[in-house]
């Protein structure tokens, strides 16, 4: 990538990142391009440069973190690759802890302002469909080893990914919570003897 191109990159990014902490903080519907171009230290009328509205932004965001995830699942597959076929689950939790903040942000923002984001927004919607499914797919693949009747694999990746978005949404609450690694602890535990692992301790 050339210097100019990583530069606008990356002017980008912050111009995304910085509105999605402005969408979580006052809601999607109350946030302006110049409100966001001012956190930044833009021009209203520089930031049409990087982005014409609000869902570009939206959209933007949520193909930096399928961008994440997809370098979570290089890893995920890479270290699968050298060990044995057990390690699943404590590779994928434990590289899902340490996932992006990003992808954090973008996770509180749908769950806050989901109908919001999808109204009269198609192509977004077809976009997230189609990152979902790619997800099933990645799961069911490396769950063969676990469920060998591929009917199955793909039941239990929907399962799977369930639990993932179940705890982006217990991350949102307000009230006090259980700690990131130790929601994450459970929910390997839960998985695990939810596929008969018999070495598997009780939650």
Same mark, same amino acid.
């Given at each position: ?9 990356? +002017? ?5 990142? &910085? ?23 833009? =021009? ?14 939206? %959209? ?8 994440? %995830? ?6 995920? +597959?890479?270290?699968? !690759?050298?060990?044995? =076929?057990?390690?699943? %689950?404590?590779? /994928?939790?434990? !590289? ?11 996770? =509180?923002? %749908?769950?806050?302002?989901?109908? /919001? #984001? ?17 997800? #099933?797919?990645? /799961? ?12 199955? &694999? ?39 003897? &939810? ?9």
């Amino acid at each position: 990538m050339k210097k100019r191109e990583w530069e606008f990159k990356m +002017k980008k990014e912050q111009i995304a990142d &910085a509105a999605a902490d402005l969408f979580l903080e006052k809601g999607v519907e109350n946030v302006t391009l110049a409100e966001i171009a001012a956190q930044v230290g833009y =021009s209203k009328s520089s930031i049409y440069s990087y982005f014409k509205s609000r869902d570009d932004i939206i %959209f933007y965001l949520v193909e930096m973190a399928d961008e994440e %995830f997809s370098e979570i699942e290089t890893f995920i +597959k890479t270290e699968l !690759e050298k060990d044995e =076929s057990d390690a699943l %689950f404590d590779v /994928l939790f434990d !590289e899902s802890l340490q996932k992006t903040y990003r992808n954090k942000k973008v996770a =509180s923002l %749908f769950h806050k302002n989901i109908g /919001l #984001i999808y109204q009269n927004n198609g192509e977004l919607l077809e976009k997230v469909l189609y990152i979902y499914n790619k997800r #099933i797919s990645f /799961l069911a693949g490396i769950l063969k080893c676990y469920v060998s009747d591929e009917k199955k &694999a793909v039941l239990v990746s929907y399962l799977l990914l369930g639990i993932f978005h179940g705890m982006d949404h217990y991350k949102t609450m307000e009230e006090e919570t259980l700690t990131d690694e130790e929601a994450y602890q459970i929910m390997k535990k839960f998985m695990k003897r &939810a596929i008969g692992d018999p070495k598997e301790e009780d939650l």
